[in-house]
Antibody
Framework: EVQLVESGGGLVQPGGSLRLSCAAS????????MTWVRQAPGKGLEWVST????????YYADSVKGRFTMSRDNSRNTLFLQMTSLGVEDSATYYC??????????WGQGTLVTVSS | TVVTQEPSFSVSPGGTVTLTCGLS?????????PSWYQQTPGQAPRTLIY???TRSSGVPGRFSGSILGNKAALTITGAQADDESDYYC??????????FGGGTKLTVL
């Protein structure tokens, strides 16, 4: 069974940084692209970033480009999202997703990030 | 480019409803690899349809995807009470970038 468990969310002040992790199990992690999707409270889903296999390419939404960095450690079956220069607009539940070209396959339960002073 | 969806829709139990996914500029084709996701409040999304019309594993046959005119479409035939959810489409824009639609809140009553 595919399991994706996000962690690292919490309360951070505007301008601060946070690193999210996603522990993957139940599938061959190194053979799948992975994606971060976020959802602000009461709002819709927003595609944030995707990292390819084996991690040589990353793609970002314009809203996070230059501030967020996605990476993966295939030896630890773990996905990361380093977030810097956080603003209140980055407050959201962040989901990691197992991906194949062009769509999302399985989802974690999400981790909540709150940016507030 | 904005991906457009109806903000809300209503269907009677047992009825058929078609939700659409369009572009603020241009037409949606299979080249956008439209996919559809269902989300109930407080839960993670669930993948329903990918590559326009392929049902994800375990998804009931009452869910189907297609291209209707210049939009991607999700049709629910024989709607059930537990289909009351938010539905999101995702389009692949090329160069590694994907964009979600704003979502449709479906009410079954």
């Amino acid at each position: 069974e595919v399991q994706l468990v996000e962690s690292g969310g919490g309360l951070v002040q505007p301008g601060g940084s946070l690193r999210l992790s996603c522990a993957a199990s139940g599938f061959s992690f190194s053979t799948y692209a992975m994606t971060w999707v976020r959802q602000a409270p009461g709002k819709g889903l927003e595609w944030v970033s995707t990292i390819t296999v084996p991690g040589s390419h990353t793609y970002y939404a314009d809203s996070v480009k230059g501030r967020f960095t996605m990476s993966r450690d295939n030896s630890r079956n773990t996905l990361f999202l380093q977030m810097t220069s956080l603003g209140v607009e980055d407050s959201a539940t962040y989901y990691c997703s197992q991906s194949v070209p062009y769509h999302l396959v399985s989802w974690g339960q999400g981790t909540l990030v709150t940016v507030s002073s | 480019t904005v991906v457009t969806q109806e903000p809300s829709f209503s269907v009677s139990p047992g009825g058929t409803v078609t939700l659409t996914c369009g572009l603020s500029s241009g037409s949606v084709s299979t080249s956008y690899y439209p996919s559809w996701y269902q989300q109930t409040p407080g839960q993670a999304p669930r993948t329903l349809i990918y590559s326009t019309d392929t049902r994800s594993s375990g998804v009931p046959g009452r869910f189907s995807g297609s291209i209707l005119g210049n939009k991607a479409a999700l049709t629910i035939t024989g709607a059930q009470a537990d289909d009351e959810s938010d539905y999101y489409c995702l389009l692949y824009m090329g160069s590694g970038i994907s964009v979600f639609g704003g979502g449709t809140k479906l009410t079954v009553l």
